[in-house]
């Protein structure tokens, strides 16, 4: 398995909604990511975890809470979220060095 | 402080022609280039990764070179075709930290 996979693909919630997102990899890599990206613009970090443990906040708001249970899984948690935090999040994984990093296909949130 | 300048910013070109994407970096220390492809709302598909003793890489179609003297890089899409249309991003991976620099991309549109 190659593949970092996120659920759901699409995400329309309310401003006083709690929802959140997986993201799921088997290829035995011990950092995961999450990024934003808005439209036209690059990814944006915004956590590191590193054989389970947060190891990079990028000042992020509250309102996203990540989780790792895991080495495989990946949670964003979100609640109290704004208009302007409707973008794509991408999850990512990585074995360190050289290589295998591996983006999963996003998800696309709108929130109303 | 790190950057990656990708140029140009967007590039229209006829289905079957050539065509050359460049990445300039001034990230130190420098571990690895890599370049993505990213179809619009989807996630970002690796192409090639280059450490600084890697001249040239190829994908298929796609061509990488990189010129760690002068940190520059190139991609090369040869005979491009409609399924070609996307953007195109640089990556630039220190060696001191496990943070991505990310270009700001070239978006192709290839037509018929």
Redesign the interface.
């Given at each position: 398995d190659t593949e970092?996979t996120?659920t759901p693909k699409h995400l329309v919630m309310g401003m006083t909604n709690k929802k959140s997102l997986k993201c799921e990899q088997h290829m035995g890599h011990r950092?995961m990511y999450w990024y934003k990206q808005k439209a036209?613009?690059?990814?944006e970090?915004m956590f590191?975890y590193?054989y389970e443990k947060l190891?990079?906040n990028e000042s992020v708001p509250s309102r996203f809470s990540p989780e790792c249970p895991n080495s495989s899984l990946l949670n964003l948690h979100l609640h109290a979220l704004q208009p302007e935090d409707s973008a794509?999040y991408?999850c990512?994984s990585?074995l360190?060095?050289?290589?295998g990093?591996?983006?999963?296909?996003?998800t696309?949130l709108t929130v109303v | 402080k790190n950057q990656v300048e990708q140029s140009p910013q967007s590039l229209i070109i006829l289905e079957g022609k050539n065509c050359t994407l460049q990445c300039n970096y001034t990230v130190s220390p420098f571990s690895n280039l890599r370049w993505y492809k990213q179809d619009t709302g989807r996630g970002p598909v690796s192409l090639t990764i280059m450490t600084f003793s890697e001249n040239t890489k190829s994908n298929g179609r796609y061509t990488a070179t990189l010129d760690a003297d002068t940190k520059q890089s190139s991609l090369h899409i040869t005979a491009s075709q409609l399924s070609d249309s996307a953007s195109y991003i640089c990556v630039v991976a220190p060696s001191n930290t496990g943070k991505l620099i990310f270009g700001q991309g070239t978006t192709l549109q290839v037509k018929p």
């Amino acid at each position: 398995d190659t593949e970092v996979t996120q659920t759901p693909k699409h995400l329309v919630m309310g401003m006083t909604n709690k929802k959140s997102l997986k993201c799921e990899q088997h290829m035995g890599h011990r950092a995961m990511y999450w990024y934003k990206q808005k439209a036209k613009k690059p990814p944006e970090l915004m956590f590191v975890y590193s054989y389970e443990k947060l190891s990079i906040n990028e000042s992020v708001p509250s309102r996203f809470s990540p989780e790792c249970p895991n080495s495989s899984l990946l949670n964003l948690h979100l609640h109290a979220l704004q208009p302007e935090d409707s973008a794509l999040y991408l999850c990512a994984s990585s074995l360190g060095g050289r290589g295998g990093y591996t983006f999963g296909s996003g998800t696309r949130l709108t929130v109303v | 402080k790190n950057q990656v300048e990708q140029s140009p910013q967007s590039l229209i070109i006829l289905e079957g022609k050539n065509c050359t994407l460049q990445c300039n970096y001034t990230v130190s220390p420098f571990s690895n280039l890599r370049w993505y492809k990213q179809d619009t709302g989807r996630g970002p598909v690796s192409l090639t990764i280059m450490t600084f003793s890697e001249n040239t890489k190829s994908n298929g179609r796609y061509t990488a070179t990189l010129d760690a003297d002068t940190k520059q890089s190139s991609l090369h899409i040869t005979a491009s075709q409609l399924s070609d249309s996307a953007s195109y991003i640089c990556v630039v991976a220190p060696s001191n930290t496990g943070k991505l620099i990310f270009g700001q991309g070239t978006t192709l549109q290839v037509k018929p």
